[in-house]
């Protein structure tokens, strides 16, 4: 499930629960290879390296490959990596959780749900083989555990505290959560080699274009090394935005050139990672005592050369935290600023109506989501807009 999702979850039990709610962590052994693919799904692959070098084929096909065939292997189950694969463990999954009484949310198939009589329940949120437990009590998480471990060979990783490279850090009086990715962005800064570069106080330059073909713009392309570390600089960069939301349009920004970068888009890319050093101790700090959901949105109008904007929007959880945020450029070209913010309002609309569905749904826990949600807009124009369709004319 995205990150982002989980850690909504969090933060949400740690504002509408007690703070003895249990947050476990369970990471399934194995994975892939509790499936069998169907008769009519045919997989080949190579044979692995350390196949090669660690195990002698048998006599018949060493014969065979000395007269230049090649040889690749029959799978009969999926493995990691393969989309068979994925799908095939989320479904063994769904059939384990709907086994021991448990609801799919409709709404992000990875969320599942229980309830029982007498007020116990259980939230797992999954990504792939980890999984989090939300629960009301350690004996209603063991229990659960306890019924996974008959059909998955699973670790008990007690309460959580690290997850997909993330720190998890609850403070039990505050009712919070923090998320910290200090680790990984040491690790990301060290393989750029900017251990001794000077940190940025900001994501990105102000009022930055970065626009091939613009004066300012360098016209010396990468080399297809340079284009390669590029691209991973930018999925490695974009991987901190869990925990660094305000760095979401400087990424935006310099994806949009992952096909002809030039050395200037590498030196903004730089340039983010010297913010990410600066700031790597920041934390993204969930819950509290708040209990009020409210949403903004915005958009600029053709600030850039190719003439489309850039729309954006934060959800919050009370007043401080960020639970759900988004940096897009528009996928057409305005003709106005009330237009480009319409679309804006649009894409934040749908993002809080979905987590609103997959929260109601489990009301048991989120009453929150039963009242209206705020959606604050600076437009008075595109307000009219999204309010009465008589302005459409």
């Known amino acids: 499930m995205p990150i982002v999702c989980l850690a909504t979850l969090q933060a949400l039990l740690s504002v509408t629960t007690t703070t003895g709610t249990i947050m476990a962590q369970v990471n399934a052994k194995n994975t892939y290879l509790h499936a069998i693919l169907s008769l ?14 660690f195990i002698s084929l048998p006599s018949d096909l060493a014969e065979i490959k000395q007269q230049g065939e090649n040889i690749v292997l029959h799978l009969w189950q999926p493995l990691y990596g393969s989309k068979q694969g994925a799908h095939k463990f989320y479904k063994y999954l769904v059939g384990i959780v709907k086994s021991i009484g448990y609801m799919v949310s409709n709404h992000d198939p990875s969320v599942y749900y229980w309830l029982s009589t007498n007020g116990t329940f259980t939230v797992i949120a999954s990504a792939t083989d980890d999984m989090t437990m939300i629960s009301d009590s350690n004996k209603t998480s063991n229990k659960l555990q306890d019924e996974f471990g008959k059909d998955l060979e699973i670790v008990k990783l007690g309460p959580i505290h690290w997850l997909l490279g993330m720190s998890v850090t609850r403070d039990l009086e505050k009712r919070t959560i923090s998320l910290s990715q200090e680790a990984y962005i040491d690790t990301i800064v060290n393989c750029l080699g900017l251990n001794n570069a000077q940190p940025a106080t900001t994501p990105i330059e102000t009022n930055v274009d970065l626009t091939i073909g613009l004066p300012h713009i360098s016209s010396t392309l990468l080399t297809p090394t340079e284009k390669t570390h590029y691209r991973e600089g930018i999925g490695s960069v974009m991987y901190a935005l869990m925990t660094h939301p305000n760095i979401a349009f400087a990424i935006g920004i310099l994806s949009q050139h992952l096909k002809c970068p030039t050395t200037t888009h590498i030196e ?11 700031t790597k101790e920041f934390t993204l700090t969930l819950g ?71 929260f109601t749904k489990i009301p048991f826990l989120f009453p929150i989501f039963n009242t209206p949600t705020l959606l604050y807009r600076d437009n008075q124009d595109a307000i009219w807009l999204a309010q009465n369709a008589i302005y459409h004319v």
């Open 40 to 53: 009519n799904k045919i997989l080949y692959m190579k044979l692995p390296n350390y196949f090669k070098e």
């Open 268 to 278: 903004a890319l730089r340039y983010v990672m010297c913010y990410l050093k600066g």
């Open 288 to 358: 509290g005592d708040s209990d009020e959901f409210i949403a903004f949105t915005d958009s600029d109008y053709t600030s850039h050369s190719h003439h489309r904007s850039i729309s954006g929007y934060a959800c919050y959880l009370g007043s401080s935290s960020t639970i759900l945020w988004m940096s897009k450029k528009q996928p057409l070209v305005m003709l106005s600023s009330t237009e480009a913010k319409y679309i804006a309002i649009t894409q934040a609309s749908k993002k809080v109506i979905w987590l609103c569905h997959l």
